[in-house]
């Protein structure tokens, strides 16, 4: 630590006063003359110059330029302010302090409301519970079908080892697809569902439009063996339920290369239906319905079902085209309802491969999977893919649309 002799300071700087005193050793300090690390505080300052006064009998009144008026003047200044800051923080001080009583005495006051309420707070009774009785709802069952494209062959290897299908696989999961409905029906205690109606929406063979797709199973395999497996099923349900099978085609289906507007049912899918109609021609308690046009309106407990596969040209998102399917569902139900003075409660779409529902005024857009799953035009051109399943759900005739499940087939 760096030594300082004052004196000398003092000395050298003219004998200064106690004021002067302190300037001049802030403007040397600041000039670099005193060490930086040499510190003295106005006191010390003053002290120091007072007894070097006693020591050179210099009478501070008596020198010429002492500003003791100055001097005193400061201190008062340095007193005010200490005085004014001290006073400010005593205030703060008691603000909190009423802050916090203020508190305690809410709190104190809650305590005893409590303490009040509880005292005529009288416990509930033991009741033990009367056996409810089981209730029984009536609702119709929808089982949607489509997108099977039976006959198409998927590659495991093209798909990462994600997803691999073939008529084979396509019979395996029609059979698991047939299981898990008898098991959700099974497992929906205190409904009674005396009534299925299987839609069917179509693209349910692979077709010959697509040359990549084209595989050993020819056309006409594709739809007599489809159309036997589907009757079968139809076939074990009808032991139970009463059923009605509606169905329209696809865009796989049609038998060319461009859309067609004009007979429609120039389709595969609508052979695959009419054999399914011919060979379950003997069960009393199903009925058919398989328009000639693209699409149809099917009553399910007193609401009106539009169904259409739904292949239709929109801008899309993740491979649905959300606002396109909206669009196009407003144009039709409002002509619809101009046509045949008709509100359509619920759509129900196919094509688009993923299970979704659209919420609109007075119903909802109800989109169908696919059994399939995800294929090489989706993994290679959209970037994504899908799982194979299809959907469930009930119809209530206060209510609508009800419960409703996803059918996974993998």
Same mark, same amino acid.
């Given at each position: ?14 004998? /200064? ?17 005193? /060490? ?6 106005? #006191? ?5 110059? #007072? ?53 305690? +005495? ?22 033990? /519970? ?49 299981? +898990? ?57 009808? #032991? ?171």
């Amino acid at each position: 630590m760096s030594t300082f002799n004052f004196e000398k300071f003092w000395l050298d700087a003219g004998k /200064p006063n106690q004021y002067e005193a302190e300037v001049e050793f802030k403007a040397q300090k600041a000039a670099g003359k005193i /060490p930086e690390d040499v510190n003295l505080n106005r #006191k010390a300052i003053r002290t120091a110059v #007072k007894k070097l006064y006693a020591k050179y009998g210099i009478n501070p009144k008596a020198r010429t330029g002492v500003k003791q008026t100055e001097l005193q003047e400061r201190d008062f200044n340095d007193n005010f302010l200490e005085l004014t800051y001290l006073k400010n923080q005593l205030k703060i001080r008691d603000n909190e302090i009423k802050r916090l009583s203020d508190m305690a +005495a809410c709190d104190y006051t809650l305590v005893r409301m409590f303490e009040e309420s509880l005292e005529r707070f009288e416990p509930v009774p033991c009741i033990v /519970p009367e056996q409810l009785k089981q209730k029984t709802t009536s609702e119709e069952v929808v089982i949607l079908l489509s997108d099977i494209h039976y006959g198409e062959v998927v590659s495991s290897s093209a798909m990462l080892d994600s997803n691999a299908y073939d008529t084979i696989i396509a019979r395996e999961r029609l059979n698991k697809w047939y299981n +898990a409905i008898r098991s959700i029906l099974n497992k929906l205690n205190g409904y009674n569902h005396k009534k299925i109606n299987l839609f069917l929406i179509g693209d349910m063979v692979n077709g010959m439009i697509h040359e990549e797709l084209k595989s050993g199973t020819c056309e006409v395999d594709q739809v007599l063996e489809l159309a036997e497996i589907i009757s079968n099923i139809i076939f074990e349900l009808s #032991k139970e339920f009463d059923i009605d099978v509606c169905g329209v085609v696809g865009n796989h289906g049609r038998m060319t290369k461009k859309p067609s507007f004009k007979k429609k049912y120039n389709n595969f899918d609508y052979l695959v239906y009419k054999f399914i109609e011919v060979r379950c021609q003997n069960l009393t308690n199903v009925t058919f319905n398989f328009p000639e046009a693209g699409m149809m309106i099917k009553e399910v407990n007193g609401y009106n079902f539009l169904l259409r596969h739904g292949d239709c040209k929109a801008q899309s998102f993740m491979g649905i085209p959300f606002y396109g399917i909206q669009r196009a569902s407003s144009k039709i139900t409002q002509t619809i309802a101009y046509l045949k003075d008709m509100f359509i409660h619920y759509e129900v779409l196919g094509h688009f491969h993923t299970t979704n529902v659209l919420e609109k005024v007075g119903g909802s857009i109800i989109m169908n999977g696919t059994l399939k799953g995800g294929d090489e035009f989706a993994l290679e051109s959209m970037l994504t893919s899908c799982e194979a399943k299809q959907t469930i759900f009930g119809v209530h005739k206060e209510h609508g649309k009800t419960w409703q499940f996803d059918v996974h087939c993998n």
